[in-house]
């Protein structure tokens, strides 16, 4: 059965109804509760905190808890490989940057 409202467009909507005849997103009370309910599974997820990154290092620490977060999470092999992929470049790339940093300091400090 399909939701028994109308698009932005005025055409009917094509989505699946729920109770009500209506679907997800012109179900008020239903779009709310759902919404509640995907806030609730973040928080029993461990979502990622908010991070203030300021250093070479606040990211390499954030990326690492990215990486984590992807190994222990529920996901399909191809998307948690393609996540592992992107994370474990942009941290190769990070922790590269940081030594060149700490390398580049250590020589400034013997010039003076």
Same mark, same amino acid.
């Given at each position: 059965m399909k939701c028994q409202a109308m698009n932005r467009r005025g055409e009917p909507c094509r989505a %699946? %109804?729920?109770?009500?005849g209506?679907?997800?997103a012109h179900n008020r009370a239903m779009h709310e509760q759902a919404s509640k309910r995907g806030g609730e599974a973040c928080a029993r997820r461990r979502c990622l905190p908010a991070a203030n990154v300021k250093t070479v290092q606040d990211l390499a620490s954030v990326l690492s808890l990215a990486i984590d977060q992807v190994l222990t999470e529920?996901?399909? %092999?191809l998307a948690r490989a393609r996540a592992l992929s992107l994370l474990a470049r942009a941290f190769v790339e990070v922790v590269s940057v940081g030594d060149f940093e700490r390398r580049l300091a250590?020589?400034?400090g013997k010039v003076k």
């Open positions: %699946a %109804a729920g109770p009500g209506l679907c997800f529920p996901l399909g %092999a250590e020589l400034e």
